[in-house]
C-alpha cells in the first residue's frame, strides 16, 4: 500500500462565493450543462466563476475511458444531445465571456469519435457568440487525422491536446492514450497552422528529465502553449500522489520551457490546461 503524502499549505484551495460565482453556478445547472470544474473536481473552480468563466465539458458527463487521474465518470455513455451545441452557445452569452474553452469526454463508443459534435457545438457557439475567442481540448481521436481535421476546419483559435505524464508513466495513468498517438495529434494540429497546446501533471513519480524530455518531444511537433500542474487525487481509487512539487519547483519548469522555446507557459501547483487560458490566444 503506497504511503500517504500529507498536502502541503500552498495547495490549500479557496472556494467561491461571490455574485458572479453564484450566477455562473445558476446559468451551468439551470441549462443542463456538464463542465469539467465541477466533474473534475479543479481547484481553480472558485477563482474561475468568480471570473464569469467555465470550461464547458460536452458529449455528456460519462466517459469511455478510466483514466487513473480522472475524476469524470466512466462508464456506457448516452446518446449525445442534439441540444446541447444551443446550450452551450447560449450559456456562453449569459456569461458574456470573450473567451470559452471547451472539452469533452471520450466517446470511443461512436463511430467518429464524437467529432461531427465538436464541430456542430463549435460551429454553433461561435455562430450566436460574435468575436469570441474559442480554444477547445479535444480528446485524442485514436489519432485519426481525418476526425481532428475536422475540428480545425471548424476554426477554434486554439486546439489543445494533453500529454498529461511523461512516456514512462503514460500506461499506468492513461487508459487507453498513447504517449506517441497524443504527439502526433499535436503535430497535425501545428501542421493545420493551429496555436497547438498541451499540459501535463507532475507529483506521479516522474523524473525530472523525463519532463524535461517531454517538453523537446512537444517543441519538436510544433506545440508552443504549455501548461504543468500538481497532480490532486481526486478520491481514494485514483492513483495516489508520489509527491507536491515546490512552487519554486514550478517557476524553473517555467524558465526551462520558455528557454527551450514554448510562446507560453503556465505553471504552479494549481495550474490546470484551461487556467488563465484568455492569454493564450
Not at 10 to 23: P, Q, S, V
Not at 64 to 91: D, I, M
Not at 225 to 254: C, M, N, W
Amino acid at each position: 500500500m503506497a504511503e500517504h503524502v500529507r498536502k502541503p499549505d500552498w495547495l490549500k484551495i479557496r472556494l467561491g462565493g461571490n455574485e458572479k460565482f453564484t450566477r455562473t453556478k445558476e446559468i451551468v445547472e439551470s441549462h443542463s450543462l456538464h463542465t469539467i470544474c465541477t466533474s473534475g473536481k479543479c481547484p481553480n473552480m472558485g477563482e474561475c466563476w468568480e471570473r464569469g468563466t467555465a470550461t464547458f465539458m460536452i458529449g455528456g458527463e460519462i466517459c469511455t475511458r478510466s483514466c487513473k487521474f480522472c475524476n469524470t465518470l466512466t462508464g456506457k455513455p448516452l446518446p449525445l444531445n442534439p441540444l446541447e451545441p444551443e446550450n452551450v452557445a447560449l450559456s456562453i452569452r449569459l456569461m458574456n465571456l470573450k473567451h470559452a474553452v471547451i472539452t469533452s469526454v471520450d466517446r470511443d463508443d461512436l463511430p467518429d469519435l464524437g467529432a461531427a459534435h465538436w464541430v456542430k457545438t463549435i460551429e454553433t457557439v461561435k455562430k450566436r457568440n460574435p468575436g469570441l475567442t474559442v480554444e477547445v481540448l479535444i480528446p485524442d481521436f485514436k489519432g485519426r487525422t481525418e476526425l481532428v481535421d475536422m475540428v480545425v476546419d471548424a476554426a477554434p483559435d486554439i486546439i489543445s491536446h494533453n500529454m498529461e505524464t511523461v512516456r514512462r508513466l503514460t500506461p499506468r495513468i492513461r487508459s487507453a492514450a498513447k504517449y506517441d498517438v497524443s504527439l502526433s495529434v499535436l503535430n497535425r494540429i501545428a501542421e493545420r497552422g493551429v496555436v497547438a497546446k498541451t499540459g501535463m501533471m507532475v507529483g506521479l513519480g516522474e523524473q525530472t528529465e523525463e519532463i524535461y524530455q517531454l517538453m523537446d518531444d512537444v517543441l519538436a511537433v510544433g506545440g508552443s502553449v504549455l501548461t504543468i500542474g500538481q497532480y490532486l487525487q481526486p478520491s481514494r481509487k485514483h492513483v495516489p500522489v508520489s509527491a507536491y512539487i515546490h512552487p519554486d519547483q514550478f517557476v524553473e519548469y517555467k524558465e526551462v520551457a520558455l528557454r527551450k522555446g514554448f510562446a507560453k507557459v503556465e505553471s504552479a501547483p494549481l495550474v490546470r490546461s484551461s487556467y488563465h487560458a484568455e492569454k493564450h490566444v
